[in-house]
């Protein structure tokens, strides 16, 4: 089964920055295509950022200009690098393929903006 550990969050002030990553477990990591995930509070999970099997990343509106997705297909690794966080980014924060999830979520990792 395919498993995912994601890590990296935290709290930081508006304008921070932090980089999660997402280890991923017992799948054919180089032939998926990748995403991170958000869930705040009362909101429905919503896809922020993927990277396709050959390397092309896209995001969403939010997040284009701020978050960086890359891979490492050595580790199995998914990561994101967010820059210029705002309070609305607050959420907790998973991995899983993308655009359709085919695998059970991991806990995600909590992301707390705030001064």
């Known amino acids: 089964q395919v498993q995912f550990v994601e890590s990296g969050g935290g709290s930081v002030q508006p304008g921070g920055s932090l980089r999660l990553s997402c280890v991923v477990s017992?799948?054919?990591?180089?032939?998926?295509?990748w995403g991170w995930y958000r869930q705040g509070p009362g909101d429905q999970r919503e896809l922020i950022a993927k990277?396709?099997?050959?390397?092309?990343?896209s995001y969403s509106a939010s997040s284009k200009g701020r978050f960086t997705i890359s891979r490492d297909s050595v580790q199995n690794m998914v990561n994101l690098e967010m820059n210029s966080l705002r309070p609305e980014d607050t959420a907790t924060y998973y991995c899983?393929?993308?655009?359709?999830?085919?695998?059970?979520w991991g806990q995600g990792t909590q992301v707390t903006v705030a001064s």
């Open positions: 899983n393929t993308a655009p359709k999830q085919y695998y059970s």
């Open positions: 990277i396709l099997h050959n390397g092309v990343a």
């Open positions: 017992g799948g054919a990591f180089d032939v998926m295509n």
